[in-house]
Nanobody, 121 residues
Framework: VQLQASGGGLVQAGGSLRLSCAAS????????MGWFRQAPGKEREFVAG????????YYADSVKGRFTISRDNAKNTVYLQMNSLKPEDTATYYC???????????????WGQGTQVTVSS
């Protein structure tokens, strides 16, 4: 599957952004999806995930209550709504798809190119 992330930008602290990840190449609705981020000098970290059915979502503690992941299978797109942004949310954000269909666990085998989010204080 090919993944194309978009929607990043520069925003002030307290503001909002919505990231999108468009998928192509296989049956998007069969795959659990996730968002990750990587800040300069830091390791990539998990941000949010959504089950292949869309019925389950889960978040890193650092973003719980502020970020919302969702998916629109008709548009082959997964979203990350980010509210109450903080300077520490500054990072390159990546979307990813799990390697196996109909599985909400296992490795993420397909990755998008990343979109930059910068939050100013």
């Amino acid at each position: 599957v090919q993944l194309q992330a978009s929607g990043g930008g520069l925003v002030q602290a307290g503001g909002s952004l919505r990231l999108s990840c468009a998928a192509s190449g296989r049956t998007f609705s069969s795959y659990a999806m996730g968002w990750f981020r990587q800040a300069p000098g830091k390791e990539r970290e998990f941000v949010a995930g959504i089950s292949w059915s869309g019925g389950g979502t889960y978040y890193a503690d650092s973003v719980k209550g502020r970020f919302t992941i969702s998916r629109d299978n008709a548009k082959n797109t997964v979203y990350l709504q980010m509210n109450s942004l903080k300077p520490e949310d500054t990072a390159t954000y990546y979307c990813a798809a799990r390697s196996l269909p109909y599985k909400d666990y296992g490795e993420f085998g397909s990755w998008g190119q990343g979109t930059q989010v910068t939050v100013s204080s």
